[in-house]
């Protein structure tokens, strides 16, 4: 039997985080030890709230979820309600949650968590900006050759941006922290835009999940109905990315995805291009190889295991 993984979200939801989550929380293969909220898609205060939603509709009300950072390390937070609503949920009508939030904060839970366990057994699957993580490596620096790995939803580069131009939200929200991370010496797995653009919800994608007919089939079908709509808008395909569940079934199935490892630098100074992540997929410079960059992946294999796994809550 396949040992179980031990691993804390970090997470921004958001329909793609939530799906992420229950996709984690679907996966006998995983114990997750806690979920930390990062202000992102929408503040902190409602980024919690959705964390503590959606275990509860997994039907986990035992869940610690915990709170962090409210704003980025250095820069104003930009947040994205224009395609995650309102309540940066919005799609299903979930109930306001009853399980409570722990007192912690999520930097405190991630260093005390990380000291706790044996070195390389932790891993951390970031969804969101990156702030909790650096404020975590800057608060206690002994974390960094203990935590296993960190597999992120972040970045783009053959893909461009996708708040400007140049960068991906997540980064882009916060690109100080973006660089004390990849600048830290853990073992980095990044999901960019160039892997996530190839996992498009299509129509028939999303029915599938509705036709599950449980609880989290339906929240799941109305979730990416909603948030599709400003993607299909924009990109003109048919279906919108589900970029953070890449994270998760990567830790389940890695043969679905492949890349590379190379060097990744985080643009923090130029206004044009703050928050680029910057990837030397051709190797033409002499910079660390810092992260293993995924750029394919098996997007009907992908789709398959998460409509099981989802079928299974
Ligand atoms: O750019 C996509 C990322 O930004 C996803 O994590 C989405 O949830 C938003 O946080
Ligand atoms: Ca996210």
Same mark, same amino acid.
């Given at each position: 039997m396949q040992q179980v993984r031990k691993i804390i979200i970090d997470t921004d939801p958001g329909q793609d985080d939530a799906v992420a989550i229950l996709l984690a929380l679907a996966?006998?293969? #995983?114990? !997750?030890l806690g979920i930390t909220a990062v202000a992102g898609n929408v503040p902190l205060g409602l980024t919690e709230k959705n964390a503590r939603k959606i275990c509860e509709l997994a039907g986990r009300p035992d869940m610690k979820v915990h709170a962090g950072a409210g704003r980025p390390l250095v820069r104003d937070l930009v947040t994205a309600e224009h395609v995650h609503g309102k309540s940066g949920l919005d799609g299903p009508d979930l109930p306001e949650p009853e399980m409570p939030l722990m007192q912690a904060h999520a930097v405190d839970f991630i260093v005390e968590t990380v000291m706790a366990h044996?070195? +390389? @057994?932790l891993t951390l699957c970031t969804l969101g900006p990156l702030t909790n993580i650096a404020l975590a490596l800057v608060r206690e620096p002994r974390i960094a050759p203990r935590i296993g790995g960190i597999v992120m939803m972040g970045g783009g580069f053959f893909e461009g +941006? *996708? &708040? @400007?131009?140049?960068?991906?939200f997540n980064i882009h929200v916060d690109p100080h922290a973006a660089d004390v991370v990849f600048r830290s010496g853990v073992p980095i797995v990044m999901m960019p835009l160039d892997v996530t653009h190839k996992a498009l919800a299509t129509r028939a994608r999303v029915d599938a999940f509705r036709e599950l007919g449980t609880p989290v089939g339906l929240a799941t079908a109305a979730m990416l109905s909603f948030s599709e709509r400003f993607d299909k808008e924009k990109y003109g395909n048919e279906g919108g990315p589900l970029h953070d569940p890449c994270v998760i079934a990567y830790l389940l199935r890695p043969a679905l995805f492949a890349g590379r490892t190379c060097n990744v630098s985080v643009e923090t100074?130029?206004? #044009? $291009?703050? +928050?680029? @992540? !910057? &990837?030397d997929w051709w190797h033409v $410079?002499?910079?660390?190889? *810092?992260a293993q960059v995924m750029r394919e992946i098996d997007d009907e294999g992908f789709f398959a295991l998460l409509t099981e796994r989802l079928g299974r809550l």
């Open positions: 996966s006998p293969e #995983l114990e !997750v044996e070195p +390389g @057994t +941006g *996708n &708040i @400007t131009p140049a960068a991906e100074a130029s206004e #044009l $291009t703050m +928050g680029m @992540t !910057v &990837i $410079t002499k910079r660390p190889h *810092n």
